[in-house]
């Protein structure tokens, strides 16, 4: 069964920064990638950013592209979502997502990919 877990969400102010946690249990196996989804109320969920286990490779979308940073710790199962210079329309639930190392290829991201953690609340607001 595969586990995802987020943590590091919270309230902060426009231009503040923040940093998710994404613990996953598959992340063992070369073969994953995890990805970083948003949902604000009353939109589509959409995906933020993602990373392959294998060799790194990092995708951003044009949204975040410069503000955002996601890297990994493979000993430790984890992928980081870094998130600087926030503004109020960055403000969702973020979900980290799992699926095969393909889902992340550099192409927008599509919220279809097979497991998903519970999500965490960033709110950006002064």
């Known amino acids: 069964q595969v586990q995802l877990v987020e943590s590091g969400g919270g309230l902060v102010q426009p231009g503040g920064s923040l940093r998710l946690s994404c613990v996953a249990s598959v992340f063992t196996l070369n073969y994953y990638a995890i990805g970083w989804f948003r949902q604000a109320p009353g939109k589509e969920r959409e995906g933020v950013s993602c990373?392959?286990?294998?060799?790194?490779?990092?995708y951003y979308a044009d949204s975040v592209k410069g503000r955002f940073t996601i890297s990994s710790d493979n000993e430790k199962n984890t992928v980081y979502l870094q998130m600087n210079g926030l503004k109020p329309e960055d403000t969702a639930v973020y979900y980290c997502?799992?699926?095969?190392?393909?889902?992340?290829?550099?192409?927008?991201?599509?919220?279809?990919?097979?497991?998903w953690g519970q999500g965490t609340q960033v709110t950006v607001s002064s």
């Open positions: 990373i392959r286990r294998s060799d790194h490779f990092p």
């Open positions: 997502a799992a699926d095969a190392y393909y889902y992340c290829n550099g192409d927008d991201l599509v919220a279809n990919w097979d497991d």
